[in-house]
């Protein structure tokens, strides 16, 4: 069987999602598993997680997995309880086994995976879905939207009295996101608006100024921080230098985005071609398979683990370019990762989160495999139109 194929795909769906129903905490959400699939004992609930798999349940129910409602509905009602600050609104983004909040701050980033967990739930009818998604967008528009930056806040505290002065760009891309299906589940264009401003700004400037190495970090008034996390570089979320992991997924995204609108501007096609283009050049070896984590500001490695989320997202950028340009040049890049991906990432109990630059087991930033998002996205979005959302086109895919 072809990896990437349709048949290919459709296995690995099917055991991603067998991986993936063993999160299901009976106390509600959902649990990071470690690499045999048991609930790693040492971890706290994480928003993100849950949001992620709640999103992961509902597109599955939609595509025709019969049984994926029930764990829609659980990730749901943990995102209106488990989670949730009820005196104050928003959710936390870690909560410890007995319930009460291993830390208060409220982040855009998790926050952009409840709205994108409440679309999907809403599209696929799960009960409760209707109030999540209320919120969600009420909080999105009223505490991280910033109309005179045209892009988002990052991060508040508990009571949203205190706004931190760090602003970034993957928040900012996973609201891009969550925002193209927040357009098409409830029907107001606003999101749209408000993803194409952030893709102005946040690729259009700033990438474009740094020769399409996009700066993550930034201070207050969006000047970007180049330095930022020298001393850390491996972060999970926020490492130092570029990321071309991202540089694809914003490829893809800006993709989706202009097949979205009646009219893109000629930008967006360049955009996401000159990303891939710049990530492709800097972090694609042909001597070496994977893709490295992170990069400095002249294109040398800097993190050279190789993640399964960097690689889904190179060959889904691959997938979007080939179907908006026809160019094959994409099709052989998808062939590539396609195959890297099933000889070194697929196992029979999900995909592996982390490998060494010389594709050995590693753990340098990631424990485990605590979700499914990249790579239910990975094998299920290359079936689907760029436009509209997954949400609005996956039915009866199964």
């Keep these: 069987m072809e990896p990437g194929s349709d048949q290919w795909r459709d296995e690995q769906r099917r055991d991603i999602l067998a991986f993936a129903r063993r999160s299901r905490r009976d106390a509600g959400g959902f649990a990071w598993l470690d690499n045999d699939g048991g609930f790693d004992p040492d971890a706290d609930l994480q928003l993100w997680i849950t949001a992620r798999m709640t999103y992961v349940f509902a597109l599955a129910h939609l595509g025709g997995d019969d049984d994926a409602l029930d764990l829609a509905e659980h990730g749901v009602r943990a995102l209106t309880t488990t989670f949730h600050d009820d005196v104050n609104g928003g959710w936390y983004a870690e909560v410890r086994a007995d319930g009460k909040p291993a830390q208060t701050g409220k982040f855009c980033y998790e926050h952009a995976f409840v709205l994108l967990a409440a679309c999907a739930a809403k599209a696929a009818g799960a009960e409760g879905a209707d109030a999540l998604l209320d919120e969600a967008t009420t909080v999105h528009r009223t505490r991280f939207w910033d109309s005179g930056a045209g892009r988002c806040r990052e991060e508040w505290n ?168 026809g160019e094959a040049i994409y099709d052989g890049f998808a062939r590539r990762w396609w195959a890297e991906t099933d000889e070194y990432f697929v196992t029979g109990t999900g995909w592996i989160h982390e490998l060494s630059p010389t594709m050995g087991p590693s753990a340098r930033t990631w424990q485990g495999k605590p979700d499914a998002y990249h790579a239910f996205n990975a094998v299920t979005l290359p079936s689907l139109p760029l436009a509209p959302s997954p949400a609005q086109t996956i039915e009866r895919l199964t």
């Design 158 to 325: 508990e009571d949203w009295t205190v706004l931190d002065g760090y602003r970034g760009a993957n928040s900012n891309m996973h609201s891009v996101e969550a925002y193209l299906f927040a357009a098409d589940v409830t029907g107001d264009a606003v999101w749209r608006s408000r993803a194409l401003a952030i893709c102005e700004r946040l690729i259009g400037l700033h990438a474009r100024a740094h020769d399409w190495r996009i700066p993550e970090h930034y201070d207050h008034d969006w000047t970007p921080i180049p330095n930022y996390n020298v001393e850390k570089p491996a972060d999970p979320f926020r490492p130092f230098g570029a990321t071309p992991g991202h540089a694809f997924e914003w490829a893809r995204l800006l993709t989706q985005l202009a097949a979205s609108l009646d009219e893109p501007a000629p930008w967006m096609q360049e955009a996401a071609e000159e990303l891939f283009s710049r990530a492709v050049d800097d972090a694609v070896d042909d001597d070496s398979p994977g893709i490295p984590y992170t990069t400095d500001w002249y294109g040398s490695p800097v993190v050279e683990e190789r993640f399964h989320w960097v690689i889904a997202e190179a060959v889904l950028a691959a997938h979007a370019l080939s179907a908006s340009t």
